[in-house]
């Protein structure tokens, strides 16, 4: 049996306790009022950070613009006084009585109608400047409001996905009957027990978003289905019989009820089964049940994507969208398990685990990083060839705000993890699964950050305390629950049928390298 080591622990605990300080200390750092953001926006911009700065660009257009009125505004006054110039000279013939009151007169009249001119000019552009700012001031501060709880957003649905998928493969293995994978079951038991502290969380956050805690969705913004409001939005409006807050709440619930139920009830069940004396009975009882839970998985998930990412962009939409997010997450669940795997291996808490096991995985890996790379070059292509603004205005924001980071992540996620996986003799060998791992993990991360940060804070982001912090504190919880998991039940179902053929699995076309191995 395994025994949860105590230095492990206390790594989880101060990750977990560093998470949670960072997390504190970028709220208590976020702007509270406006000017607290204009501030901060000013000080960016004298600092020559490039995000953040459209209130500032904004400003200064603004500035541009009143500078240009009032250049107009003074040509036309020279222009008045050239032609009263002209009168003037024109007029010298008449006697003083006549030329003295028609230059009363005129002043008079010109001095009228600039003071008018400047009063009407100015009075325009202080009211449709002032609106102008007033609204992009507020604007900026709730992205940068937003920032750290996008943050934490970013870091929760990345581990509640991962976990959620290793869950879903692992009743794809069941239904199945897969024969290679029976000695990684209880890996991928005890990395579903995160489920449980991720979806607590993801409650919680649900209640705060709820009640306007944050101003992560705007379609949650009072007046949007309302035509009597300033904030009306036509499209909104067209959507609210899915997305209102009663239906948002009540569907989120739902999703991870679904997902808790399956996982307490299959990893009882499986425990079950090493005792259980029933000719099968367990073993087909948990076939029957995957079944179901696979179905209502493909629908919840793509419902739960819709709900929890893509209304981020109400104005979006994309029927891909779901089949893509799965992807991410599948790739980096199936590179948590290999990780999982090859640690305890290490620890020689899997006995039955050989290369082979771990070629699979890393085949898997290798093979949904070319299904991501198809999912995503499918949405991109069809939105860039047609062309149309309601779908472009998606991939326009994320390749002018985020260049970097979208270039940066298809060469994580696809081009790296084909070079260095390709290989059949690679995938054998740990170190290289590790290290092809951590970037397709960190690929997926910058994928999700993509996904999440344009629709909750615009421009204004960066990559610092919250995203570090909310990152650790979730990966420590991730590492207390899975081993403490792992360490409550026997590392070998010993009560699957398949037990014997998973231990004497070995791919054909490699060799097996670690003195570690068992006999096959």
Do not use: C
């Not at 110039?85 to 030329?99: F, M, W």
């Not at 912090?469 to 991730?478: E, R």
């Amino acid at each position: 049996m395994y025994q949860f080591s105590g230095k492990l622990k206390m790594f989880s605990f101060a990750l977990i306790i560093l998470g949670a300080l960072s997390i504190a200390y970028s709220f208590y750092t976020a702007p509270s009022t406006v000017e607290e953001a204009k501030e901060i926006i000013a000080s960016k911009a004298s600092h020559g950070d490039g995000h953040g700065d459209t209130s500032h660009d904004a400003k200064k257009d603004d500035h541009k613009t009143k500078e240009t009125h009032s250049e107009e505004a003074k040509g036309h006054d020279n222009d008045k006084k050239a032609e009263h110039k002209e009168g003037n000279e024109e007029g010298r013939g008449h006697d003083s009585d006549k030329k003295t009151e028609h230059k009363e007169g005129s002043d008079e009249s010109h001095d009228t109608k600039k003071q008018e001119h400047k009063v009407d000019t100015h009075a325009a552009v202080d009211t449709h400047g002032g609106d102008h700012d007033a609204a992009h001031d507020e604007h900026v501060f709730h992205q940068m409001q937003n920032r750290p709880w996008s943050a934490v957003y970013v870091a929760l649905l990345f581990f509640l996905g991962i976990t959620l998928l290793v869950l879903a493969f692992y009743a794809a293995q069941r239904v199945a009957q897969a024969g290679w994978s029976i000695v990684l079951f209880r890996v991928m038991e005890a990395i579903t027990a995160n489920l449980v502290p991720v979806s607590i969380i993801m409650l919680v956050m649900i209640a705060l978003t709820a009640s306007h805690a944050n101003h992560l969705f705007d379609w949650m913004t009072p007046g949007k289905v309302d035509p009597d409001s300033d904030n009306y939005d036509a499209i909104i409006a067209g959507k609210s019989l899915w997305l209102n807050v009663p239906g948002w709440v009540i569907r989120s619930v739902i999703y991870l009820l679904i997902w808790n139920a399956y996982r307490w009830f299959i990893r009882r069940n499986s425990i079950k089964e090493d005792t259980a004396n029933d000719g099968n009975k367990t073993y087909k009882r948990n076939y029957n049940v995957s079944v179901i839970f696979l179905f209502l998985f493909m629908l919840t998930e793509s419902m739960s994507v819709w709900d929890w990412i893509m209304g981020l962009d109400p104005h979006w939409f994309s029927t891909l969208f779901g089949w893509y997010v799965l992807a991410t997450f599948l790739v980096s669940a199936l590179t948590v398990i290999a990780f999982v795997t090859i640690y305890l291996r290490h620890k020689g808490y899997l006995p039955k685990v050989n290369d082979s096991h771990i070629h699979d995985l890393a085949k898997y890996m290798f093979a949904f990083s070319i299904f991501w790379t198809y999912l995503w070059f499918a949405q991109f292509m069809l939105i860039w060839y047609a062309d149309i603004p309601e779908e472009t205005t998606y991939f326009l924001l994320r390749f002018t705000e985020y260049k970097t980071l979208f270039l940066s992540m298809l060469v994580m996620n696809f081009v790296f993890p084909i070079l260095l996986l390709i290989n059949s003799d690679f995938k054998s060998r740990p170190w290289f699964v590790i290290i092809g791992g951590l970037v397709i993990l960190a690929g997926h991360y910058v994928d999700l950050f993509i996904m999440i940060m344009p629709g909750t804070v615009g421009g204004s982001w960066s990559f610092g305390i919250p995203e570090i912090g909310a990152t650790m504190f979730f990966l420590g919880i991730f590492i207390y629950t899975v081993f403490s998991a792992f360490a409550k039940a026997d590392p070998v179902p010993k009560g699957n049928p398949f037990l014997k053929e998973s231990e004497q699995f070995h791919y054909y076309n490699i060799e097996h390298h670690s003195g570690e191995e068992n006999h096959h």
